[in-house]
């Protein structure tokens, strides 16, 4: 009992710095998060704004879908109506993700109004290497996805890059990160367009065939 006495007595300053030293971090994380997530929110509308940027607002569907990710895990992504100022449906956004080659790749990711073409993708966050697979994010890359058909991307080696259609060429030395982008988009984009077509928010693919005969 006198040792127990002793070893308070002498670590009781240091018990005391170590608590409140517990205390500070975890209000620095927390005032950091609240920061960080703000910072994001901001950052995504300015994204959304820049793929759809004549709509007036964006309304969320009422409920969110759900999607099975690369790994099979359920995901809920809250999909996006973007409207004019007179409410007239312009296209619509969502967030997705996936694994890139050194971290987690988040995308936000526009279509127009009737789900049939993208109107691009912006990169929410990524860690991938810097010159290499961070050049996911330069139009070079990214201006191959806008006018391309919502339906299944396919990753090319060589090609085209100016050339609009389901064939994605990929970054040269960072196929890794160019196969994550277009991996991301398809397993979203799929799932989430065979979902709303079923719901009757977009016409399925009979329906825009007898649209247009």
């Not at 127990?4 to 670590?11: G, M, P, T, Y």
């Not at 170590?18 to 620095?28: D, K």
């Not at 820049?50 to 879908?65: I, K, N, S, V």
Request: net charge neutral; hydrophobic share 40%; proline share 2%.
């Amino acid at each position: 009992m006198s040792k127990l006495k002793q070893f308070v007595e002498q670590s009781w300053l240091l018990i005391l710095a170590s608590f409140c030293f517990g205390l500070l971090i975890a209000g620095t994380n927390r005032a950091l998060s609240d920061r960080i997530e703000r910072n994001k929110a901001m950052k995504l509308n300015r994204l959304v704004r820049g793929l759809l940027p004549d709509a007036e607002y964006f309304r969320p569907l009422d409920t969110d879908l759900e999607i099975k990710s690369s790994r099979g895990q359920k995901e809920k992504v809250t999909v996006y109506e973007a409207l004019s100022g007179t409410e007239e449906r312009l296209g619509w956004n969502f967030n997705a993700a996936g694994s890139g080659f050194q971290d987690k790749i988040e995308l936000v990711i526009a279509v127009d109004k009737d789900f049939q073409k993208l109107r691009g993708f912006q990169v929410l966050a990524s860690n991938e290497t810097a010159y290499i697979g961070d050049k996911i994010k330069t139009a070079y890359f990214r201006d191959q996805f806008v006018g391309a058909p919502a339906e299944e991307l396919t990753l090319v080696l060589t090609g085209e890059p100016r050339k609009i259609d389901s064939e994605i060429v990929a970054i040269t030395r960072a196929t890794v990160s160019s196969e994550a982008v277009v991996e991301i988009i398809n397993n979203a984009l799929l799932q989430i367009k065979d979902q709303m077509q079923k719901a009757g928010l977009i016409s399925g693919h009979e329906d825009t065939k007898s649209q247009r005969n």
